[in-house]
């Protein structure tokens, strides 16, 4: 018993070694006996507790903590919290026992108290917070020394306790409201998937010139916190991007998601052409994001960005995809066009949502073809709307705005800010009467 003391109080207050770590908690167990100690005119018992702050741990690393040097109480674990942390109690520091009642000219007491070091956060918290050790309380000072000459004067009064360590604080367990370090998911908003979101929005054009495409238009949200998922788009053929900044740029932004819509340099440019644009306006997205003068300036997730396109855009968004691999997050063509196009190097989620009555992209030429040659591998939707035709996403001559919404939305949600909420709207489809042809993969 001893031994197991003696090396609990010399062991490293920072960084201890798993094995002294195990030797103090076996000193724990065993408690201190009276009899081992000698006669010692002591020093008073000092006490730890309290809490401290948390710093932030590594998601893919378990949090390992420093014991105190002497007894640990376990810190209580919110178990039905995800993202729970635990609350370090300070250890009791010792106080050596006396054996004898009266001093002989006994040598100072001193008290011997170290706080323990702040627990680890919980091991079931993805961003857990590993506690900060504990500042090791002070010793008492020397006990009062008795005269050599005064029998029976009392021994030594206690040295003042030392003060208490503090513990780790415990990590967030609101789990429900709270979103990761960069700002996604956004679960503290309520799910709503309707053609105009609960944001408000604005556009611009200055300062996103591009020589890869004609020009293009931003539309961003301006009461929504920051930093925003990105959607880049490309039109179809003959067309500008002023024909969709009726629908889908309002659509994304009063959702909370900028979208750059684009105008190629040649309407007529096939699908290849329209996906090296959208590669382009990935890049746009970025150089927004670090741009002085930018209303986006710091405040675009330059990582959470989809490529889109319709017909001949929406096959150019597929091309974009399989050119820019893992570094996107997604892909939704509309009605795209490519006939008997194969994409199998498409690696990003991707979302068909095309018109049942298409006699322009035929679904069976086209979408069909492009849904089957994604590896079954990857996350992928075919979501074709009923009573549909070629132009549904063109404000001029568009239809089902409602239902293009509501897969639209869920899937950018679900996608491009990790929102697993919308997974069950997007999963329902196979039900929705709105649709005729319903089909995911994952």
């Known amino acids: 018993m001893p031994g197991c003391v003696i090396a609990g109080l010399r062991a490293t207050r920072w960084l201890i070694a798993s094995a002294v770590i195990m030797q103090a908690y076996a000193c724990a167990d065993s408690g201190n006996d009276p009899s081992d100690h000698p006669a010692i005119d002591p020093g008073g018992a000092g006490t730890g507790s309290g809490t401290g702050t948390d710093q932030a741990a590594s998601p893919d690393q378990s949090p390992v903590g420093n014991s105190g040097d002497s007894t640990t109480r376990s810190a209580q674990a919110a178990a039905d919290s995800v993202g729970a942390g635990m609350t370090g109690l300070g250890d009791t520091g010792r106080n050596p026992q006396q054996d004898s009642e009266v001093a002989t000219g006994g040598s100072d007491g001193s008290a011997e108290l170290d706080g323990t070091n702040g627990l680890d956060g919980s091991d079931d918290m993805a961003s857990a917070s ?6 090791a ?8 020394r008795p005269s050599d000459d005064m029998a029976g004067v009392p021994e030594g ?13 415990d990590g967030s367990d609101a789990a429900d409201d709270a979103v990761s370090q960069d700002g996604f998911p956004r679960s503290q908003d309520p799910v709503n998937t309707e053609q105009m979101g609960p944001y408000a929005f604005e556009s611009y054009t200055d300062g996103l010139d591009n020589p ?24 179809g053929f003959l067309a500008t991007k002023e024909m969709y900044t009726e629908f889908l740029g309002p659509l994304l932004a009063s959702h909370g998601i900028a979208i750059l819509l684009t105008t190629p340099t040649t309407t007529g440019d096939q699908p290849a052409a329209r996906g090296r ?81 298409d006699t322009i992209a035929a679904n069976s030429s086209n979408s069909v073809v492009h849904y089957r040659s994604i590896p079954d591998g990857v996350d992928k939707y075919y979501v074709e709307v009923a009573n549909a035709s070629h ?52």
Request: hydrophobic content about 35%.
């Open 130 to 135: 590993d506690g900060i050790d504990g500042t």
């Open 137 to 144: 309380g002070s010793s008492g000072p020397a006990g009062a």
């Open 157 to 169: 009064m206690d040295g003042t306790a030392g003060s208490s360590a503090s513990a780790g604080v």
């Open 212 to 235: 890869a495409y004609s020009s293009s238009i931003m539309y961003y949200p301006t009461d929504a916190e920051p930093p925003f998922a990105a959607v880049v788009f490309a039109p």
């Open 277 to 357: 644009d959208l590669e382009a306006a990935v890049e746009q997205i970025a150089t927004e994001n670090t741009r002085n003068g930018s209303p986006l300036f710091g405040k675009l997730a330059s990582d959470r960005v989809c490529v889109s396109g319709h017909s001949m855009g929406g096959g150019g968004s597929l091309f974009a995809a399989t050119a820019l691999g893992d570094s996107l997050r997604c892909a939704v063509p509309l009605q795209p066009y490519q006939p008997f196009g194969s994409f199998s190097r498409v690696s990003a989620p991707t979302l068909f949502l095309v018109a049942a009555n």
């Open 391 to 442: 132009t549904m996403s063109m404000p001029q001559r568009g239809s089902h705005y409602d239902v293009q919404s509501k897969y639209m939305i869920a899937f950018y949600k679900a996608y491009l800010e990790d929102d697993d909420r919308y997974l069950e709207i997007l999963e329902a489809g196979s039900s929705d009467s709105a649709l005729s042809e319903f089909q995911e993969s994952h």
